[in-house]
C-alpha cells in the first residue's frame, strides 16, 4: 500500500468530526443483512483458562471493586488511528466507578510526520525527521510503538495533552511520566522549565527510558529537549511516552503502524525488552492485513512471525488471555477482492488449537470473501476497502464488545446481556 495514500486517509478519519459513542448494534441488524451477526462470538475462550482469570477481574471491576486490567491491543493502521479500540477502550473504562486506568504507553505521532489519535494532543517545535518500522528504506533503532523521530537540532518543546477534543468526561491525569530515547547516548538532556515538578528521577538503561515522578498530578505537562554543550553530530531518538497514576482499573495500551506487518514488527530491536516491562491480562492480536496484501504473501512466514509473537505476549505473562482477531476482508490496489485473507484465517484457528489461544474472526463477521463490497456500497468502507469509515470503525467496536462480554457472560456463567447492558447504559 502507499504510504501517502494511507497517510491521507488516516488524516480525514481523525479529522472527521466525532460521533457520540451510543451502542448502534440494537438498531442496524435488520438494515445490514450481509453481516454475519450470529458469527460474533469470540471462540474457544472456554478452553482457555487465562481467559476465565482475565473475566473474574473485570467482573470485579465491573461491581466496583478494586483490580488492575492491562489490555494490549497491536495492529497497523486500524489500531495506530485508534478509533475503534479508543471506543472499546471507553465503552470497559466507564463500565463503573472504578474501571478507569491510566493512559499509559503512547506515541507522539506528530513529531513523526504521521496521523495522531485525536483523544491525545502533541505540541512540539523544531525539525523532527519520522522513521516507521513498516517503511522497507526506514532505518533506526525502534521501540515497541514501531515509530522513531529524530531531532538533531539545538533545542525542542514538546507538550502532552492526555485529553483531546472533548473525548472523555473522565479526563486522564497522570503523576508519572516516562521517555522513551536512546539514553545509551549523552547528546542530549530532558529538562523541565518547571523544575519544582520532580520529585524523583529514575534511569532505565535496559529498556532505555527515564521516568520522573511529578509533585502534582496533571493533565498535560511540557519538557523540552536540548543538545548537550559540545555534543558532535548529535541525534536524540523519541521512542515513546507513558503517563502514568496510582489508579487501579483498566489500562488500554494501543500499538499501532501504519502499513505495519509482522516481519516490520521484527525489525524493533527494543520491542520485546519493552514489552516485558509490564504484565498484559489480555493481548489482542490484529496484525494481517498489511501481511497478506501482495500476492507474493509467505503463509509459513506469516505463521513463524505470529506465533513468535503469541510466545513473547505469554513470556511476558505466562497467564495473559490472548485473542487472535482475523483480519478483515479487503481488497488489492481497490480492484480485487483479496483471497488471502482466508489463508491467514486457517493459520490463526490453527494457532489458536496449538496455544490454547481465542479467536475473534472479524472476516467471517464481515461475511467473508468479498464481503468489503457490501460494506463499501453501505458506506462502512472507503474506495480502497481495507480500512473504516467512522460508522464502520463504531460497528467493529460494539461487535468486538457484544463478542467480549457475551464470552465474559457465558464463562461466568451471568444472565446473558447483563454485562453488556451494564456497560452500554453506564
Not at 502532552?160 to 508519572?176: E, V
Amino acid at each position: 500500500m502507499k504510504r501517502h495514500k494511507i497517510l491521507l486517509f488516516c488524516l480525514f478519519l481523525v479529522s472527521s468530526s466525532i460521533l457520540a459513542q451510543d451502542y448502534v448494534l440494537d438498531t442496524i441488524q435488520n438494515k445490514y443483512t450481509f453481516v454475519n451477526w450470529k458469527a460474533n462470538q469470540i471462540k474457544f475462550a472456554e478452553y482457555a483458562p487465562s481467559f476465565d482469570t482475565l473475566f473474574q477481574k473485570l467482573n470485579t471491576i465491573a461491581n466496583g471493586g478494586e483490580e488492575k486490567v492491562h489490555i494490549f491491543h497491536i495492529g497497523g493502521s486500524h489500531i495506530q488511528a485508534d478509533i475503534y479500540s479508543n471506543r472499546l477502550r471507553t465503552y470497559l473504562q466507564h463500565m463503573s466507578p472504578t474501571a478507569k486506568g491510566q493512559r499509559g504507553f503512547i506515541y507522539p505521532y506528530k513529531i513523526a510526520g504521521t496521523n495522531n489519535p485525536s483523544n491525545y494532543n502533541v505540541e512540539f517545535d523544531g525539525k523532527w525527521t519520522g522513521y516507521r518500522c513498516s517503511i522497507k528504506k526506514d532505518s533506526v533503532a525502534w521501540g515497541m510503538a514501531g515509530v522513531t523521530a529524530v531531532f538533531k537540532d539545538s533545542i525542542s518543546n514538546i507538550k502532552i495533552k492526555a485529553n483531546h477534543r472533548g473525548y472523555d468526561a473522565q479526563q486522564y491525569d497522570f503523576n508519572k511520566i516516562r521517555i522513551f530515547y536512546d539514553n545509551w547516548s549523552e547528546d542530549y538532556q530532558i529538562y523541565f522549565k518547571e523544575s519544582e515538578l520532580i520529585a524523583n528521577t529514575k534511569v532505565n538503561k535496559e529498556a532505555h527510558f527515564v521516568e520522573f515522578t511529578l509533585t502534582k498530578t496533571l493533565e498535560e505537562l511540557e519538557f523540552c529537549v536540548q543538545r548537550a554543550e559540545g555534543a558532535e553530530d548529535p541525534e536524540f531518538l523519541m521512542m515513546g511516552i507513558e503517563l502514568m497514576n496510582d489508579n487501579n482499573g483498566i489500562e488500554y495500551t494501543t500499538i499501532g503502524v501504519n502499513g505495519a506487518s509482522f516481519n516490520y514488527y521484527n525489525r524493533c530491536e527494543y520491542f520485546d525488552t519493552q514489552l516485558m516491562l509490564y504484565k498484559p491480562d489480555l493481548f489482542i492480536v490484529s496484525v494481517g492485513t498489511n501481511d497478506g496484501y501482495h500476492p507474493d504473501f509467505k503463509p509459513e512466514e506469516y505463521r513463524k512471525y505470529y506465533e513468535n509473537l503469541i510466545l513473547m505476549a505469554q513470556k511476558a505473562n505466562p497467564d495473559c488471555a490472548v485473542l487472535l482477531t482475523v483480519p478483515n476482508d479487503s481488497y488489492y490496489k481497490k480492484k480485487y477482492p483479496n483471497p488471502r485473507t482466508r489463508v491467514m484465517q486457517k493459520i490463526i484457528y490453527d494457532l489458536a488449537r496449538k496455544h490454547n489461544m481465542a479467536v475473534w474472526d472479524f472476516y467471517e463477521i464481515m461475511g467473508g470473501f468479498n464481503s468489503s463490497r457490501d460494506w463499501y456500497l453501505n458506506k462502512l468502507m472507503p474506495r480502497d476497502r481495507i480500512h473504516f469509515t467512522q460508522l464502520g470503525y463504531r460497528i467493529k467496536a460494539d461487535l468486538l464488545l457484544q463478542a467480549l462480554t457475551g464470552s465474559w457472560e457465558k464463562e461466568l456463567e451471568l444472565v446473558p446481556n447483563s454485562v453488556l447492558n451494564q456497560i452500554i447504559h453506564e
